[in-house]
């Protein structure tokens, strides 16, 4: 109210001509022609330290704030004289515009429509949260789960965060402004693109550049452009492969060949090896027989050593081709895996793909002097080099190696097994049976080094012995350790017991004469009998010149 001077009270609104409908809107708490939540077009007339002034159109100025765009910087479209569309959020008093609600409903709308219609959009991974990112789409937040970032596990994150990409939105609340979105979905539909494009363009035997994917034992994954091929470890190279990872890695370009291919089941097979031409094609004018050339040896087997002479070929150095005498021991001793050694080919089967090297080939040959050294009877040292089921490998002293059949360990006792008698490393006298230089054969003998004791007997030598053992047709006594003597029944004496020949005993000395012999069958026959009847014809002669005749009788009473 206000008082005039003639001491009457009128209210303002009676003074029309001074008081506006905006003064008195503004009295209210309220603007006139703008309204709380409007948006409206403004010209910026002024700029200060608060803000940016703009022109309602009245006698008030409305304020863009500064303070709004604190997280951020001011869009340089806020400048004097620029009109811009502004939302009234504050009527009290001097009204406060804000423009940043205004670019952010247009970057939700833009959003909502990019939703609706499944457009692509752009951002930038900003940091690593719990299970996922936090990505600007244009100055809007959207959440990124870890699982949609990439293809594959992501293990680490840093390799994300800063860099931009496109997604698609997977899921969007305008009204709780929630923003979800996936990058994995458009590498898989890429990927999808590319790998019908691809199937629908590849062939059999077909040449082309993938890189590896994914290594396994049995080989590797390699991308030929949306489609994985399997690369078997078999068909990485013509030679033996023992890891992929010696040969390929993730990443790595590979030039491959396709040997296969199911488009059904989306099954590819690929080569690396059918590239080149097979290792054995024409192998016998790179390595003719008779060439020495040097081989790194890739495996050491039971029976010899496979040696690499170029990748994808191999030939076997046999335990009996690296040297002339104990080859086998001198093998396992000085060749290792790995080691680079001269060898000599020998022979070669292209038919089983089968190369046979020596080394002992390329060493003069001990064989052409032993002729020189040793003939049938030479009586040598040697040592025991090995056993066989039938006999002895023993080496001489210059390096041949000859056998002792284990016939010839002993001229009496029968060997079942060579060990009984030898140990490897015995130092052994030996004789020269026989030698077959041209195959690199000498026999030799542990007992012909003594005599053959069956050859000091004779028949009509009277023996003495014990029996050791009783037949049924005879009785067997042994003359010395290792020879025995047969007496059959009818030979045990000259004197009969009623109907029977007189019967021996086991363990009972007695005295016989030898009455046949065969050295090769070992076997020897005496007589008791023959003994008693010769020495009975002996008395009989020695008292025939005698005077006084005597009966037979009365010489073998006195006798």
Same mark, same amino acid.
Request: charged fraction near 30%; glycine fraction near 8%.
């Given at each position: 109210?206000?008082?005039?001077?003639?001491?009457?009270?009128?209210?303002?609104?009676?003074?029309?001509?001074?008081?506006?409908?905006?003064?008195?809107?503004?009295?209210?708490?309220?603007?006139?022609?703008?309204?709380?939540?409007?948006?409206?077009?403004?010209?910026?007339?002024?700029?200060?330290?608060?803000?940016?002034?703009?022109?309602?159109?009245?006698?008030?100025?409305?304020?863009?704030?500064?303070?709004?765009?604190?997280?951020?910087?001011?869009?340089?479209?806020?400048?004097?004289?620029?009109?811009?569309?502004?939302?009234?959020?504050?009527?009290?008093?001097?009204?406060?515009?804000?423009?940043?609600?205004?670019?952010?409903?247009? *970057?939700?709308?833009?959003?909502?429509?990019?939703?609706?219609?499944?457009?692509? +959009?752009?951002?930038?991974?900003?940091?690593?949260?719990?299970?996922?990112?936090?990505?600007?789409?244009?100055?809007?937040?959207?959440?990124?789960?870890?699982?949609?970032?990439?293809?594959?596990?992501?293990?680490?994150?840093?390799?994300?965060?800063?860099?931009?990409?496109?997604?698609?939105?997977?899921?969007?609340?305008?009204?709780?402004?929630?923003?979800? =979105?996936?990058?994995?979905?458009?590498?898989?539909?890429?990927?999808?693109?590319?790998?019908?494009?691809?199937?629908?363009?590849? +062939?059999?035997?077909?040449?082309?550049?993938?890189?590896?994917? /994914?290594?396994?034992?049995?080989?590797?994954?390699?991308?030929?452009?949306?489609?994985?091929?399997?690369?078997?470890?078999?068909?990485?190279?013509?030679?033996?492969?023992?890891?992929?990872?010696?040969?390929?890695?993730?990443?790595?370009?590979?030039?491959?060949?396709?040997? *296969?291919?199911?488009?059904?089941?989306? /099954?590819?097979?690929?080569?690396?090896?059918?590239?080149?031409?097979?290792?054995?094609?024409?192998?016998?004018?790179?390595?003719? +027989?008779?060439?020495?050339?040097?081989?790194?040896?890739?495996?050491?087997?039971?029976?010899?050593?496979?040696?690499?002479?170029?990748?994808?070929?191999?030939?076997?150095?046999?335990?009996?081709?690296?040297?002339?005498?104990?080859?086998?021991?001198?093998?396992?001793?000085?060749?290792?895996?790995?080691?680079?050694?001269?060898?000599?080919?020998?022979?070669?089967?292209?038919?089983?793909?089968?190369?046979?090297?020596?080394?002992?080939?390329?060493?003069?040959?001990?064989?052409?002097?032993?002729?020189?050294?040793?003939? #049938?009877?030479?009586?040598?040292?040697?040592?025991?080099?090995?056993?066989?089921?039938?006999?002895?490998?023993?080496?001489?002293?210059?390096?041949?190696?000859?056998?002792?059949?284990?016939?010839?360990?002993?001229?009496?006792?029968?060997?079942?097994?060579?060990?009984?008698?030898?140990?490897?490393?015995?130092?052994?006298?030996?004789?020269?049976?026989?030698?077959?230089?041209?195959?690199?054969?000498?026999?030799?003998?542990?007992?012909?080094?003594?005599?053959? #004791?069956?050859?000091?007997?004779?028949?009509?030598?009277?023996?003495?012995?014990?029996? =050791? /053992?009783?037949?049924?047709?005879?009785?067997?006594?042994?003359?010395?350790?290792?020879?025995?003597?047969?007496?059959?029944?009818?030979?045990?004496?000259?004197?009969?017991?009623?109907?029977?020949?007189?019967?021996? *005993?086991?363990?009972?000395?007695?005295?016989?004469?030898?009455?046949?012999?065969?050295?090769?069958?070992? /076997?020897?026959?005496?007589?008791?009998? *023959?003994?008693?009847?010769?020495?009975?014809?002996?008395?009989?002669?020695?008292?025939?010149?005698?005077?006084?005749?005597?009966?037979?009788?009365?010489?073998?009473?006195?006798?």
């Amino acid at each position: 109210m206000v008082e005039r001077d003639l001491g009457t009270k009128i209210t303002s609104f009676e003074d029309s001509e001074k008081v506006s409908m905006a003064d008195l809107m503004a009295s209210c708490g309220g603007h006139a022609g703008i309204s709380l939540g409007e948006e409206i077009e403004v010209a910026i007339v002024e700029e200060n330290s608060d803000g940016f002034m703009v022109d309602l159109g009245t006698k008030f100025e409305g304020i863009i704030l500064k303070k709004e765009f604190e997280d951020m910087e001011i869009p340089s479209e806020l400048k004097v004289g620029a009109t811009v569309k502004v939302k009234v959020i504050n009527t009290n008093g001097q009204p406060i515009l804000s423009y940043r609600e205004i670019i952010e409903k247009l *970057k939700w709308d833009a959003i909502d429509e990019g939703f609706k219609n499944k457009r692509r +959009v752009t951002g930038t991974i900003l940091k690593a949260i719990k299970n996922g990112f936090v990505v600007d789409i244009g100055g809007i937040n959207a959440f990124l789960h870890i699982s949609q970032v990439d293809t594959h596990f992501v293990e680490k994150t840093d390799q994300y965060i800063g860099k931009s990409y496109e997604f698609v939105i997977t899921d969007f609340d305008k009204g709780n402004k929630n923003l979800i =979105v996936s990058r994995r979905k458009i590498i898989e539909d890429e990927k999808n693109m590319a790998k019908k494009a691809t199937l629908e363009s590849i +062939v059999e035997g077909q040449i082309l550049d993938g890189t590896v994917s /994914k290594i396994v034992n049995f080989g590797a994954f390699v991308d030929i452009g949306g489609v994985n091929g399997l690369l078997h470890i078999n068909d990485l190279a013509w030679y033996k492969i023992k890891k992929v990872e010696n040969l390929l890695h993730v990443g790595q370009t590979v030039r491959v060949r396709i040997l *296969k291919i199911d488009k059904v089941n989306e /099954k590819i097979s690929l080569s690396i090896k059918n590239l080149t031409p097979h290792p054995w094609d024409c192998v016998t004018e790179r390595f003719p +027989v008779g060439l020495v050339v040097k081989g790194r040896v890739t495996s050491i087997v039971d029976y010899g050593v496979f040696i690499e002479l170029e990748p994808g070929v191999e030939g076997l150095l046999h335990f009996s081709e690296y040297a002339w005498s104990d080859s086998e021991l001198a093998i396992k001793k000085e060749v290792k895996e790995g080691q680079e050694i001269d060898v000599k080919i020998i022979n070669i089967d292209e038919k089983n793909k089968k190369i046979a090297l020596s080394v002992k080939a390329m060493l003069p040959n001990p064989w052409g002097q032993v002729l020189k050294h040793y003939t #049938p009877g030479t009586v040598s040292n040697g040592i025991v080099q090995d056993f066989m089921p039938f006999g002895a490998f023993v080496r001489l002293p210059d390096g041949i190696t000859g056998l002792v059949h284990i016939s010839n360990f002993s001229w009496v006792k029968k060997i079942k097994h060579p060990e009984d008698v030898l140990k490897i490393g015995d130092e052994v006298k030996v004789v020269v049976l026989e030698i077959d230089s041209m195959n690199e054969k000498i026999s030799l003998s542990l007992k012909h080094t003594k005599p053959d #004791p069956y050859k000091k007997y004779s028949v009509g030598d009277v023996v003495n012995g014990k029996v =050791v /053992k009783i037949a049924d047709f005879g009785s067997f006594m042994e003359l010395e350790p290792g020879i025995e003597a047969l007496i059959r029944n009818n030979e045990a004496s000259s004197i009969k017991i009623g109907k029977s020949q007189l019967i021996l *005993k086991e363990g009972e000395e007695i005295e016989a004469k030898i009455i046949k012999i065969d050295v090769r069958g070992r /076997k020897i026959d005496v007589s008791i009998k *023959k003994l008693e009847i010769d020495r009975e014809k002996e008395l009989v002669k020695q008292y025939a010149n005698q005077d006084n005749k005597l009966t037979l009788g009365e010489i073998l009473s006195e006798e």
